[in-house]
Protein backbone atom coordinates (compact mmCIF):
# COMPACT_ATOMS: atom_id res chain seq x y z
CA UNK A 1 0.00 0.00 0.00
CA UNK A 2 1.11 3.38 -0.97
CA UNK A 3 1.12 6.41 1.43
CA UNK A 4 -1.22 8.83 -0.03
CA UNK A 5 1.18 11.92 0.80
CA UNK A 6 4.56 10.75 0.15
CA UNK A 7 4.29 7.96 -2.76
CA UNK A 8 6.41 5.40 -0.67
CA UNK A 9 5.15 2.33 0.65
CA UNK A 10 3.64 1.88 3.86
CA UNK A 11 6.48 0.54 6.46
CA UNK A 12 6.32 -0.94 9.42
CA UNK A 13 9.05 0.07 11.68
CA UNK A 14 10.23 -0.91 14.88
CA UNK A 15 12.40 0.14 17.04
CA UNK A 16 14.54 -0.63 20.31
CA UNK A 17 13.04 -3.21 22.13
CA UNK A 18 10.98 -4.31 19.96
CA UNK A 19 8.36 -1.49 19.77
CA UNK A 20 6.77 -1.44 16.27
CA UNK A 21 4.48 0.97 15.03
CA UNK A 22 2.93 2.82 11.43
CA UNK A 23 2.76 6.16 10.63
CA UNK A 24 -0.13 6.54 8.10
CA UNK A 25 -1.98 9.39 6.60
CA UNK A 26 -5.15 10.01 8.02
CA UNK A 27 -7.10 9.23 5.32
CA UNK A 28 -6.10 5.91 4.82
CA UNK A 29 -6.17 5.34 8.70
CA UNK A 30 -9.77 3.76 8.31
CA UNK A 31 -8.97 1.45 5.52
CA UNK A 32 -5.64 0.19 7.15
CA UNK A 33 -6.78 -0.58 10.61
CA UNK A 34 -9.78 -2.38 8.68
CA UNK A 35 -7.24 -4.62 6.82
CA UNK A 36 -5.41 -5.24 10.26
CA UNK A 37 -8.84 -6.25 11.73
CA UNK A 38 -10.26 -8.21 8.90
CA UNK A 39 -6.37 -10.19 9.49
CA UNK A 40 -6.80 -10.53 12.96
CA UNK A 41 -3.32 -8.37 13.43
CA UNK A 42 -2.66 -6.94 16.74
CA UNK A 43 -2.84 -3.59 16.60
CA UNK A 44 -4.23 -0.23 17.76
CA UNK A 45 -4.23 3.20 16.60
CA UNK A 46 -3.63 6.38 18.89
CA UNK A 47 -6.99 8.75 19.01
CA UNK A 48 -5.07 11.13 18.25
CA UNK A 49 -4.16 12.81 14.61
CA UNK A 50 -0.42 14.88 14.99
CA UNK A 51 0.45 17.63 12.22
CA UNK A 52 3.46 19.01 11.92
CA UNK A 53 4.38 22.06 9.77
CA UNK A 54 0.85 22.86 7.88
CA UNK A 55 1.66 18.65 6.66
CA UNK A 56 -1.29 16.28 6.25
CA UNK A 57 -2.16 14.47 9.74
CA UNK A 58 -1.01 11.41 10.31
CA UNK A 59 -2.05 8.62 12.33
CA UNK A 60 0.00 6.17 14.45
CA UNK A 61 -0.68 2.42 14.83
CA UNK A 62 1.18 0.58 17.30
CA UNK A 63 1.36 -3.44 17.15
CA UNK A 64 1.26 -5.71 20.40
CA UNK A 65 4.83 -7.83 20.71
CA UNK A 66 2.77 -10.72 19.85
CA UNK A 67 1.21 -9.20 16.29
CA UNK A 68 3.13 -11.24 13.44
CA UNK A 69 5.32 -8.19 11.93
CA UNK A 70 6.22 -9.82 8.54
CA UNK A 71 2.77 -11.11 8.07
CA UNK A 72 1.05 -7.08 8.64
CA UNK A 73 3.64 -6.03 6.31
CA UNK A 74 3.26 -8.50 3.88
CA UNK A 75 -0.62 -7.63 4.07
CA UNK A 76 0.26 -3.85 3.55
CA UNK A 77 2.43 -4.80 -0.29
CA UNK A 78 -0.27 -6.69 -0.95
CA UNK A 79 -2.08 -3.26 -1.67
CA UNK A 80 -1.09 -1.32 -4.19
Known sequence: MTDATSQKPLTIYVGK???AHL???ATQLEQVMALFAANEVLCWADEDLLSVD???EVGFISF???ADLAFAQSLLDSIP
Open 64 to 66: SRK
Open 17 to 19: GGY
Open 23 to 25: IVP
Open 54 to 56: DRP
